[in-house]
């Protein structure tokens, strides 16, 4: 930028200057102005018939005020270079924000702009040096209706109240609006108005995704007749979130790739999110109030996911250390020379596995799987079942078997401090054991070694047939590491049973851990007593393939008869 001192009458505010309010109100600078002159040079750019003032228009009217009482010298102003409209919308955003406080509503605009512009909501609040959550709060003014938004702006409204209406359905705040603006009624305020919006109390029968004359409900109506409502709301959610359910299902079956169902009351924040099409593998978030009113907001994903795939698209594939050819030789030699050393040996080789196992070299290391959990009650939980008690137990003859203390046998990962036996000496005492013995010890250290992670775990369940019902018990912990409610929802249909998971779907992801919480502690009687997740399977399942699966088994196939020749 340059610094340059432009005539007054060459001056203009631009429109990308973010200030629309209180422009005016610069009483205190005309005095300042008056008696040292303009301290804090004006951010303008040139155009084609002067220079438009992106930051200090109320420098500007000031200037223009004392002009009007006389002469006033050359403005000095910092000039920009043209072209770059973001770039100028947040100069004057900065600008506005380090000086006297922007209306909120101005601030929601330059925001919403600089959105448009390709900015996101922490690029926004690093730049400005505010914090995120003060950037979401401007940017939900855009959810009002903007007769409220200019009432607001006025003062006819309070912010505590704006604050409620930003949760509310455009329905709910045009109904709000029509109250306000009738001076014959009473719009609701402070506490009456989240009563009003989220109560749940008064459901109108127009919120009914169901057909109201089959569902038999009980209905309460004005004198009128033009507003009607449920007289019992708990039997108008049982049939509301099966109606959901239907919804849900009918959804994915156009082909969305997710139906994320959000708990009863939340919001659906636009700005948090990005628009994606069905082929783009775009989803369906579901809103529901707690007056029963659904909104289908359709074709979105979140910013983190769209930032995510943006990521994986940009990365490069990794190229291989080793080309396919070069890799399956090394494999080959490695391969050959191991069972060449191995013929003729057997007894022999078995005893130096063990060696090799439980004292290491420089060619072999064997470490015990740590089984470590992140979490505490994870931990707990492991050390509370019957499978790792007997193998502790296992671990303990091992080590007398040995003669090593049970740290010695297999080391954890970076476990220093344990002093490993000596290869010579532990060959040597297992020349002395018998070879019941020796293949006891094989098999443990082979399990102890076993990585959770293995390519082969489901292979091995299956010719063990592990069972794992004879070993795990569905408890809360578990529960309370499952985060997607949808998954959630598809357990209570499995354990509680289908009826309640329909009867919950809306539910939150709390009540839906209760219900099956109470189906395991025996205060609730399970549809399926012996229910085992799918994700304690053998090979793992997937209850989101599960989904996909059983919707392409419901979709038409088309066959094509071939004469046979």
Same mark, same amino acid.
């Not at 084609?48 to 109320?58: H, T």
């Not at 900065?94 to 922007?102: D, T």
């Not at 082979?446 to 569905?474: N, V, Y």
């Not at 249909?493 to 539910?507: F, K, L, N, R, V």
């Given at each position: 930028?340059?610094?340059?001192?432009?005539?007054?009458?060459?001056?203009?505010?631009?429109?990308?200057?973010?200030?629309?309010?209180?422009?005016?109100?610069?009483?205190?600078?005309?005095?300042?102005?008056?008696?040292?002159?303009?301290?804090?040079?004006?951010?303008?750019?040139?155009?084609?018939?002067?220079?438009?003032?992106?930051?200090?228009?109320?420098?500007?009217?000031?200037?223009?005020?004392?002009?009007?009482?006389?002469?006033?010298?050359?403005?000095?102003?910092?000039?920009?270079?043209?072209?770059?409209?973001?770039?100028?919308?947040?100069?004057?955003?900065?600008?506005?924000?380090?000086?006297?406080?922007?209306?909120?509503?101005?601030?929601?605009?330059?925001?919403?702009?600089?959105?448009?512009?390709?900015?996101?909501?922490?690029?926004?609040?690093?730049?400005?040096?505010?914090?995120?959550?003060?950037?979401?709060?401007?940017?939900?003014?855009?959810?009002?209706?903007?007769?409220?938004?200019?009432?607001?702006?006025?003062?006819?409204?309070?912010?505590?109240?704006?604050?409620?209406?930003?949760?509310?359905?455009?329905?709910?705040?045009?109904?709000?609006?029509?109250?306000?603006?009738?001076?014959?009624?009473?719009?609701?305020?402070?506490?009456?108005?989240?009563?009003?919006?989220?109560?749940?109390?008064?459901?109108?029968?127009?919120?009914?995704?169901?057909?109201?004359?089959?569902?038999?409900?009980?209905?309460?109506?004005?004198?009128?007749?033009?507003?009607?409502?449920?007289?019992?709301?708990?039997?108008?959610?049982?049939?509301?979130?099966?109606?959901?359910?239907?919804?849900?299902?009918?959804?994915?079956?156009?082909?969305?790739?997710?139906?994320?169902?959000?708990?009863?009351?939340?919001?659906?924040?636009?700005?948090?999110?990005?628009?994606?099409?069905?082929?783009?593998?775009?989803?369906?978030?579901?809103?529901?109030?707690?007056?029963?009113?659904?909104?289908?907001?359709?074709?979105?994903?979140?910013?983190?996911?769209?930032?995510?795939?943006?990521?994986?698209?940009?990365?490069?594939?990794?190229?291989?250390?080793?080309?396919?050819?070069?890799?399956?030789?090394?494999?080959?030699?490695?391969?050959?020379?191991?069972?060449?050393?191995?013929?003729?040996?057997?007894?022999?080789?078995?005893?130096?596995?063990?060696?090799?196992?439980?004292?290491?070299?420089?060619?072999?290391?064997?470490?015990?799987?740590?089984?470590?959990?992140?979490?505490? &009650?994870? $931990?707990?939980?492991? +050390? %509370?079942?019957?499978?790792?008690? =007997?193998?502790?137990?296992?671990?303990? @003859? !091992?080590?007398?078997?040995?003669?090593?203390?049970?740290?010695?046998?297999?080391?954890?990962?970076?476990?220093?401090?344990?002093?490993?036996?000596?290869?010579?000496?532990?060959?040597?005492?297992?020349?002395?054991?018998?070879?019941?013995?020796?293949?006891?010890?094989?098999?443990?250290?082979?399990?102890?070694?076993?990585?959770?992670?293995?390519?082969?775990?489901?292979?091995?369940?299956?010719?063990?047939?592990?069972?794992?019902?004879?070993?795990?018990?569905?408890?809360?912990?578990?529960?309370?590491?499952?985060?997607?409610?949808?998954?959630?929802?598809?357990?209570?249909? &499995?354990? $509680?049973?289908?009826? +309640? %998971?329909?009867?919950?779907?809306? =539910?939150?992801?709390?009540?839906?851990? @209760? !219900?099956?919480?109470?189906?395991?502690?025996?205060?609730?009687?399970?549809?399926?007593?012996?229910?085992?997740?799918?994700?304690?399977?053998?090979?793992?399942?997937?209850?989101?393939?599960?989904?996909?699966?059983?919707?392409?088994?419901?979709?038409?196939?088309?066959?094509?008869?071939?004469?046979?020749?």
């Amino acid at each position: 930028m340059t610094l340059q001192f432009i005539d007054l009458t060459h001056l203009t505010v631009s429109p990308l200057n973010v200030r629309k309010f209180g422009a005016k109100e610069c009483d205190d600078l005309v005095s300042s102005i008056r008696a040292l002159g303009v301290l804090q040079p004006l951010l303008v750019r040139p155009m084609d018939d002067g220079f438009e003032v992106i930051a200090g228009q109320r420098r500007l009217n000031a200037c223009r005020i004392i002009a009007e009482e006389g002469e006033i010298d050359p403005i000095p102003c910092l000039v920009m270079t043209e072209g770059d409209d973001a770039a100028a919308l947040e100069a004057s955003l900065a600008e506005n924000i380090e000086r006297l406080p922007m209306d909120e509503v101005d601030q929601y605009k330059a925001f919403a702009q600089l959105m448009k512009q390709g900015r996101n909501a922490d690029d926004i609040a690093a730049t400005f040096g505010i914090t995120p959550r003060m950037v979401a709060q401007r940017l939900a003014l855009g959810r009002l209706h903007p007769p409220i938004l200019t009432a607001y702006r006025k003062g006819d409204v309070r912010a505590g109240d704006i604050r409620n209406l930003t949760m509310a359905t455009p329905k709910q705040q045009q109904d709000w609006w029509a109250l306000m603006k009738d001076e014959e009624t009473y719009a609701p305020t402070g506490q009456r108005l989240k009563d009003w919006l989220f109560g749940g109390a008064h459901i109108p029968t127009a919120n009914a995704l169901f057909d109201l004359d089959e569902s038999g409900l009980a209905v309460v109506a004005d004198l009128f007749g033009e507003d009607s409502y449920f007289a019992d709301a708990e039997a108008f959610w049982t049939l509301q979130n099966t109606a959901i359910a239907e919804a849900v299902e009918a959804l994915k079956a156009e082909g969305w790739s997710d139906v994320i169902l959000m708990d009863r009351g939340n919001w659906f924040a636009n700005w948090d999110h990005r628009s994606c099409t069905k082929e783009d593998g775009g989803k369906v978030f579901v809103t529901t109030t707690h007056q029963g009113e659904v909104t289908f907001h359709k074709g979105y994903i979140t910013n983190a996911e769209a930032k995510r795939r943006e990521k994986a698209e940009a990365a490069p594939a990794e190229k291989p250390e080793l080309t396919k050819a070069a890799q399956t030789y090394v494999d080959l030699h490695r391969h050959a020379a191991l069972r060449a050393d191995m013929l003729g040996q057997t007894g022999l080789a078995l005893r130096l596995i063990a060696a090799h196992m439980i004292a290491g070299s420089s060619l072999w290391t064997v470490e015990r799987e740590p089984q470590k959990a992140e979490k505490p &009650e994870v $931990a707990e939980s492991l +050390a %509370a079942i019957p499978a790792q008690q =007997a193998f502790d137990t296992e671990r303990a @003859a !091992i080590a007398e078997l040995l003669g090593i203390d049970t740290a010695q046998i297999l080391p954890e990962h970076g476990a220093w401090h344990v002093i490993r036996p000596d290869m010579g000496k532990m060959l040597t005492h297992l020349m002395t054991l018998s070879d019941d013995d020796l293949l006891r010890i094989l098999t443990f250290l082979m399990a102890d070694s076993l990585a959770i992670t293995s390519p082969i775990i489901d292979d091995l369940a299956k010719e063990l047939g592990t069972d794992m019902s004879k070993h795990w018990q569905p408890d809360e912990t578990f529960f309370a590491l499952i985060r997607d409610k949808q998954v959630l929802n598809a357990m209570v249909g &499995e354990y $509680a049973g289908q009826t +309640a %998971a329909a009867e919950h779907i809306t =539910a939150t992801a709390k009540t839906q851990r @209760a !219900i099956l919480t109470a189906c395991t502690n025996g205060t609730r009687t399970p549809a399926n007593p012996n229910w085992m997740p799918l994700y304690m399977a053998f090979p793992q399942g997937s209850y989101r393939e599960q989904e996909e699966t059983e919707k392409m088994k419901s979709e038409p196939c088309e066959f094509t008869a071939v004469a046979a020749e």
